[in-house]
Each structure stands twice: as C-alpha cells, then as structure tokens.
C-alpha cells in the first residue's frame, strides 16, 4: 500500500478570466456540465465528441462492445485511416501551406514543413512500404531519433494500415532485438546516425548488432534514412537507401481504410516482471483521444504553436507530437538535441525563437534546468522572452511544488496555468489533468479527471475510499483510448489491468493515489508495483535485475530497488552479489563501473544503476525470499524500522549500507 503524502497546503492558483473565456472548456460550470454528460450515458458522450473529431471513411454504428471484457471495442464498425486523419483531412480544409513542423535539428538549423509537404513525403514513404510488400496488419519496428522522418515513417505505416513499433534511440542491440522477435517485424526503419548534443551516434550499426544477434528472422529489409552521411556499413539486397526508393514513388497514396479497433501500433513498457509488454492501441478510440486532449488540456487554437519535448520513442512522442496536434491542424515543434546543447538555455531559446505558445516538458527537464540557471547568463530563462507562452504542461512523473512553483513563476511568467498531465502508455492520452479554463491549480496535484475518464481511489478489494485517504487509482468504465492488449500475451493483459481481486470490473492502474479531502484533487502517490520512474521513464526493476544476473561470469544475485533523487525524481539502486566474494576499494568501484557498463548493454544507459552495492548476501526471510521493503529503506539511507524478525542474516543490512 502507498504511504499518504504530505497534505498538500499550498494555495490554489485560479485561472484567469481571459484564459477562462477564451478556452475550448471555459469555466468550471462547462467542465461540470460534461462531467454530468457522459455521467448520464457514457457512449452517447464518446459517440458524439468521435464524430466531432474524427472523419470517418464509413461511420460506426455500435459505440461500446463490452461483450467480451476486459477486451472492450469502441467504434468497432466505422472505418477511418489516422494518417488521412492528420495530413489529408487538414489540406482538404485549406491548411495545406500551413507549416506542421517546425524542426530545429541538434546544431540550430531549422526546417518547416507544410501540410501538404509533409502528405507528399508520407504518401512516398507509404509508397515504398507497399512496394516491399509491408501489407495490412504487418509489424514494422522504427529505431530512429527525433526527426521529420521519425514522424513521416509513423505516419507512412498508419496509411497503408502496417503497426508500427517504435523503440526508443537509446535502447541498446539486446533491448531492440528482444522488441523486434517480439512484434515479428517485416521491416525495420531506421537512420544512419542520430546527432545528441554535438555528438554523432550509431543507430543503423545497432540495427545490424539487433538483427545479428539471432531471432528477427521476420525481417526482410532495413531501410535508412540518411541523417548524418556517415559511413555506415550497408548488407544489400536487405539494406535500402529510403530516400531513393521514395523519389521514385508517385506523391499520392491511397489510405488503407481500417477498422476503428485495427491496431495503430505497439509500443514496449516495463511491468512487473523481466519481460517488456508491448501495449497494444487501436485507431479509432486511441485517435479521438490524442485529437481529444490536445483541444481541450492544450486547448490548441489554429494559431498556437505547440511544443511537447517528449521522443517520439515513449508514448508522450506518439500522442502528443506524431498523431494529436497533427489530426487538429496545430503547428508544432520537434527537436532533434538534448536541453543542454550547446547550453542549459536551449529550450527558452527555441521557445522564444519559435514564438511557443503551449510548451510540454518533463519535471527533470525542469529539475535540472533550474540547478543549471545559475550557471551562465545563457543558461537563465530571465534572459529569454518567453512572452508568448500561454500554457505550460507536466508530464511522466510527479511534479514537486518547488519545481512547479519555479516553472510557474520563471518559464510562465506567472501567468501560465500548468497541465499537470497524468496518464500512461496503456491509457493513450490524458487520464487526470486540470484543464487551463477549468482548474484551481494546487502544484503537485493532477487536479480532476478528463471528462468521461472515471477515475477514482478504492482499497484492495475494490471499495471506494474516503476522500482524504489514500489507496488503488481506478479507472472504473473502459475509455476510447485504453490499451486493447498485450501483443501476444492476452492473459497477461488481464492479470496486469483487470485482476481477479477486482472481479474484472476496473482498470488498475499499478498507482497509488489521494484525493484532496475537500476538493476531490488526485495527487498521484507513485507506482504500488516494482516500476520505478526514473527521468519520467519506466523501468522494471525485474528487468534490470535480469540484465545484472546474465553477466554469468561475475553475479550470482541481484536485487533492485529505487530511491528518491532530487533531479531524476527516482535513482536506481542495485544490491550485488559476487560470484567471487564481496569486493572492497578500488576493485569495488571498477566492478561496480563494469556492471553499469554491462547493464547499458542489455537495455540501454537510461537502465544503468545510480548506485551498486556489494555485499556476501540479501536479506533474506527464512524461506529464502529477498525482503525488497528493507533494501528499499537502506537504498535510501533510512534507519530500518521495520520488523526485520523473519530475517535470516541482519549484519549483512550494515554492510549493504555502503554505497559505490
Ligand atoms: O507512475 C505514473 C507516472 O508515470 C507512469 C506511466 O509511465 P509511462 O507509461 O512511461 O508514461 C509516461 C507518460 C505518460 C504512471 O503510472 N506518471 C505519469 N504522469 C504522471 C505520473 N506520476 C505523477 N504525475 C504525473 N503527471
């Protein structure tokens, strides 16, 4: 169970009147009155809002099929295409010289691109995937960076109906191939290089590494988009070049109409257990959602500039850059860098460069961007002009009222509300957020849920809870956008959302949470799960574990845990046991650094412990079972308070004590 958070007494900021009047939602009557809508008939409400904001090619007849839960259907026999959705449906409305993207790559070079542009380059993509046979329903892996042809690829595999799974540039050739046998990819999309802060890194050589490690015999041909001109190696006739390929296709391509439930793509998450999940989206409902939520937390207007900071490799990248702001005809921003090239200044930079009206960022972003202000005038956002922000939005971790304060105050001017976003993968779009027109904001709360998203806070079994006491978050009706399942584990599906204990009935998170004892304001209290969050990215201690236990030759066991830390919100911390004895001094430190190295290797560096600890054993119960919630309290450096009776060897807490 969660522990309860700190009452949170700050004071509540209410939107202005000018933000009020003007917003898609104005005004808490407006928010209520929804509320009560789809309160009063939950599929009428979603029927209504997806005929408003999606064009459908035929349109559907039957709104929720919950016949065979918890495998809901919505829209199940409207048919529409999510690329004509963002591209075509925006030119046939006059929007074709509207700029889509505004793209700034790593070394400040900037490159628009209109609507119709981006539907030409998308229709040749698309072109070359049906001309290598990637048909309807075939998986295809996207492994590249932040790019016009990161976004294009996307949007070329929705036209012609393929499911695209992307994986994230900074996983590593054992994580990549491990998503790629799973999907059982026909083709993997990727770039040569990909250029961070400066830095040239290899993307296509870790393509080859995935591809040689055994598995992806699904795998017909690689295609590389050209990013740096490096040289990298090329394996014909498997390899291709997209860019000639494309110049040969014609700049029309006919949408494969789908199925409102035909999956959209598949995208890879931690749980539980070692193995990644990859959650399954549709189109229809996943669609409207991302439409949905852009109009009415962004409350995007034809005139915003839109900027969300997310890689298009998490679901933050997929929602809020690739299909949202592009189904509503939004201009938006997408950035190749990191936030400290060539300086901490970057993101005020490009937001004043720009003219950035709705900006959405990640609270270590904002975390080490404030211990960084100090640093050179370059770095502080007082010397930027950031008067054209409006709103400014949070996502993927809690956010703490120092950090929303600081953001509130220097980014926002203080006249910025702030979209403390909560949701998932798995729940496709915003779940629990203030809307800028609605909410007293409370800075480390997500305020209320998004209109017909039923969330709410019960006990193990299911029961509500009181306001005021923490417990389970639920979400208790399906919603358009929730993940339809897990690609080829079904069971684990409904074990992992709707467990047994709940007969079925709601949605489990895998969250604590609270609400405000007067408000009904939810603060997300953390993951009841083994998932930490670390820099707003999800990570199985399962499977970092795995990953320290296969270096064969030097572990004999490992358990992981997590503990709070001041910029990346959650530190990964690794209790080791050598096969070779515990290590002390220097042999510790430089064992310790292999280990990271080792684990970087298996999954990618984002999984490398903070901390490695060494000792001759983990507490253990007598029945052998490693007791997590100690490590928990020594990882912290806590005093352990807690009943440490059933352990079998308490010295070895002293000796885990010391961190390298
Ligand atoms: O623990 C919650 C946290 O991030 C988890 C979801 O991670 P992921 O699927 O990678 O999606 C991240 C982007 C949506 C949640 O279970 N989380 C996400 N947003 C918030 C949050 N915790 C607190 N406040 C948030 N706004």
Known sequence: MTTQPEVLTAAAYAPSDVTVRNAHVSGRAAYDKLVAEADADHEGYWARLAREFITWKTPFTRVLDDSNAPFFKWFEDGTLNASYNCLDRNVERGLGHKTAIVFEADDGAVTPITYAELLERVCRAANVLRSLGVKKGDRVVIYMSMSIDGVVAMQACARIGAIHSVVFGGFSSQALRDRIADTGAVL???????????????LKAIVDDALALGGCESVRNVLVTRRTGGDVPFNAPRDLWMAELAAAQPTSCEPEWVGAEHPLFLLYTSGSTGKPKGVQHSTGGYLLHAALTCSWTFDLKPEDVFWCTADIGWVTGHTYITYGPLALGATEVVFEGVPTYPDAGRFWKMIQDHLVTVFYTAPTAIRSLIKAAEGTPMTHPRNYDLSSLRILGSVGEPINPAAW???????????????????????????????????????????????GISADVVDEAGNPMPWGQGGLLVVKKPWPAMIRTIWGDPERFKASYYPEE???RYYLAGDGAIRDAKTGNFTITGRIDDVLNVSGHRMGTMEIESALVSHTELVAEAAVVGRPDDTTGEAICAFVVLKRGRPTGEEAIRIANELRAWVAKEIGPIAKPKDIRFGDNLPKTRSGKIMRRLLR???????????????ENPAILEQLGLAH
């Open 633 to 647: 309290s020594v990882a912290k450096g806590e005093a352990v308070t807690q009943d440490t009776s059933t352990l």
């Open 502 to 504: 709940f007969k079925g």
């Open 188 to 202: 993997v999309l990727t770039a040569d290089q990909q250029v961070r802060g400066g830095k040239h890194l290899p």
């Open 405 to 451: 304060e600081w953001y509130h105050r220097h980014i926002g001017g203080g006249r910025c509300p702030i979209v403390d976003t909560f949701w998932q993968t798995e729940t496709g779009g915003h779940m629990i957020t203030p809307l800028p027109g609605v909410s007293n904001l409370v800075p480390g709360s997500c305020s209320l849920p998004f209109p």
